[in-house]
């Protein structure tokens, strides 16, 4: 089945750090990848997203490119804020068979970003 | 995009009770979806709910426990049956237009506590 490994948790950063979050997948066929956003308290939020090889997403700062070689889809942001400080999921869906159109996640990555 | 509220935001329960947590989206969408977020967890798929039909449940989820309805195209309820303690988390509902390339746009969820 489908699955997805986000790198472990947590992560700390200053305030200007570059901003690295691994995800890696596994599944049949081409997927569509995605990148949510949850902040304390909140609901999910699409971050990006990429629908096929070599895509990249991007959104207020943040960048993932779709990588079918490697099977990644790794969130970056050069400058992180505080105000990023939230718990990021990787997540993709299938574009066919028994799993279309579901989400499956990965098990989140909670950032925190210090002044 | 969809925007979608839910209803309640957060309720506290008492063990062997029932809650209805209803989904309202501000467009007709294809796909509906609902999600459990335990605590510190990521989501886990409990159903797909389909229009007018019985939904689809996820393994490890039944329609005894959690048996959801759809009338329309932009509404959905998912009812907790029989709570426990274990039932603690947070119910989110999802939407998407059909198609597995778009992305599903979240609700802000719903925070149970059962006592």
């Known amino acids: 089945g489908n699955s997805v490994t986000q790198m472990e948790g947590p992560v700390t950063l200053s305030e200007e750090a570059f901003l690295t979050i691994n995800c890696t997948y596994t599944a049949t066929g081409y997927p569509s990848l995605f990148w949510y956003v949850q902040y304390p308290g909140e609901g999910l939020q699409l971050l990006l997203k990429?629908?096929?090889?070599?895509d990249k997403g991007s959104n207020k700062g943040f960048e993932a490119t779709y990588r079918k070689e490697t099977t990644s889809f790794h969130l970056e942001k050069g400058s992180v804020q505080v105000s990023d400080s939230a718990v990021y999921f990787c997540a993709l869906t299938a574009t066919g068979g028994t799993s279309y159109g579901k989400l499956t996640f990965g098990q989140g990555t909670i950032l925190t970003v210090h002044p | 995009s969809a925007v979608i509220s839910q209803k309640p935001s957060r309720d506290i329960c008492q063990r062997g009770t029932s809650l209805t947590i209803q989904c309202q989206v501000d467009?007709?969408?294809?796909?509906m979806f609902w999600y459990r977020q335990q605590p510190g967890q990521s989501l886990t798929l409990i159903a797909t709910?389909?229009?007018?039909?019985?939904?689809?449940?996820e393994s490890g989820f039944v329609i005894d426990k959690f048996p959801i309805s759809r009338p329309n195209l932009t509404f959905s309820t998912l009812t907790v049956s029989n709570m426990s303690p274990e039932d603690s988390s947070i119910y989110l509902c999802?939407?998407?237009?059909?198609?597995?390339?778009?992305?599903?746009?979240f609700g802000p969820g719903t925070r149970l506590t059962v006592l």
């Open positions: 990429a629908t096929k090889a070599d």
């Open positions: 709910a389909n229009q007018g039909s019985e939904a689809t449940y």
């Open positions: 999802s939407a998407g237009l059909a198609g597995g390339y778009n992305e599903q746009f």
């Open positions: 467009s007709q969408v294809t796909m």
